[in-house]
T-cell receptor, first 115, second 113 residues
Framework: AQKVTQAQTEISVVEKEDVTLDCVYE???????LFWYKQPPSGELVFLIR??????QNEISGRYSWNFQKSTSSFNFTITASQVVDSAVYFC????????????FGKGTHLIIQP | GAGVSQSPRYKVAKRGQDVALRCDPI?????LFWYQQALGQGPEFLTY????????KSGLPSDRFFAERPEGSVSTLKIQRTQQEDSAVYLC???????????FGPGTRLTVL
């Protein structure tokens, strides 16, 4: 069984601040995939990134960056120079490399960017 | 192209009624997933189809929940004798390959009174 923990229930920052959302996972699989999704107030889940367990290279996409560390089973997400439009609930998720499981999601972090 | 669509978007049912929720995946997507999202929680896996075959239904909470995808495209999630604890948003997702990005629909918000 897999488990994803997002310990930060809610984070509130002022616009232009940097913010990091934490994600810690547990799995017995050697091959797995990690994801981040954004859920804005409209409710639809929006894909942000997918990373496989063999690729620990960090990734940057514009103001977004991800830090994957297998040694600590963490896959943290940083938003640089946050904007009001970044306000949403962010979910970290995991799926094993084989089998017929679906995604295992964390409980989500509600990010509030104040103007 | 069109994304994943779900209908109805909102459903209110009286306790004990049966409901049917529809999912139209992205055309050609082999894999289809159903998730249940309770208020303030992350989505929880219910069941997975590869084409018309239901490969995993381990997440269905009770035998009142039933899902089908008879022709390998549209899927229906049916809940019999609804209970208040069934109130949630039901999300459908599809993808080409089950380990790739899943594309989510807008969800159906079910409220059981």
């Amino acid at each position: 069984a897999q488990k994803v923990t997002q310990a930060q229930t809610e984070i509130s920052v002022v616009e232009k601040e940097d913010v990091t959302l934490d994600c810690v996972y547990e799995t017995r699989d050697t091959t797995y995939y990690l994801f981040w999704y954004k859920q804005p107030p409209s409710g639809e889940l929006v894909f942000l990134i997918r990373r496989n367990s063999f690729d620990e290279q960090n990734e940057i996409s514009g103001r977004y960056s991800w830090n994957f560390q297998k040694s600590t089973s963490s896959f943290n997400f940083t938003i640089t120079a946050s904007q009001v439009v970044d306000s949403a609930v962010y979910f970290c998720a995991l799926i094993p490399g084989g089998g017929a499981d679906g995604l295992t999601f964390g409980k989500g972090t509600h990010l509030i960017i104040q103007p | 192209g069109a994304g994943v669509s779900q209908s109805p978007r909102y459903k209110v049912a009286k306790r004990g009624q049966d409901v049917a929720l529809r999912c139209d995946p992205i055309s050609g997507h082999v894999s289809l997933f159903w998730y249940q999202q309770a208020l303030g929680q992350g989505p929880e896996f219910l069941t997975y189809f590869q084409n018309e075959a239901q490969l995993d239904k381990s997440g269905l909470p009770s035998d009142r929940f039933f899902a089908e995808r008879p022709e390998g495209s549209v899927s229906t999630l049916k809940i019999q004798r609804t209970q208040q604890e069934d109130s949630a948003v039901y999300l459908c997702a599809s993808t080409d390959y089950p380990r790739d990005e899943q594309f989510f629909g807008p969800g159906t918000r079910l409220t059981v009174l």
